[in-house]
Nanobody, 127 residues
Framework: QVQLVESGGGLVQAGGSLRLSCAIS????????MGWFRQAPGKEREFVAA????????KYAESVKGRFTISRDNAKNTVFLQMNSLKPEDTAVYYC????????????????????WGQGTQVTVSS
């Protein structure tokens, strides 16, 4: 059974930083693309960032480029999202996602389909 457990969310002032973590079990971590998505109240879940299974390709939403960094530690079965220069519009529940298929092509990394999901962690940025 695949399990994803996010941590690291919280309340931060605009301009501050947070680091989200997602520990994953139940699959061979190094074979799968990983990603982060977010959902604000009243809005659809949207793509934030992703890293491919080999760790050499990353993808970001335009709204977070230059501020957020995704990384993975295959030895710890964990994916991270470092969020800097946070803005009030970054406020959302952040979800970790794992592709259900191993060795997926990089162009699929922004998709919400065919994913395992974590329970989400709240990030609130005050102005």
């Amino acid at each position: 059974q695949v399990q994803l457990v996010e941590s690291g969310g919280g309340l931060v002032q605009a301009g501050g930083s947070l680091r989200l973590s997602c520990a994953i079990s139940g699959l061979t971590f190094s074979n799968y693309n990983m990603g982060w998505f977010r959902q604000a109240p009243g809005k659809e879940r949207e793509f934030v960032a992703a890293v491919n299974w080999s760790g050499d390709i990353t993808k970001y939403a335009e709204s977070v480029k230059g501020r957020f960094t995704i990384s993975r530690d295959n030895a710890k079965n964990t994916v991270f999202l470092q969020m800097n220069s946070l803005k009030p519009e970054d406020t959302a529940v952040y979800y970790c996602a794992v592709d259900r298929s191993p060795y997926s092509a990089a162009y699929t990394m922004g998709s919400r389909t065919n994913r395992y999901w974590g329970q989400g962690t709240q990030v609130t940025v005050s102005s």
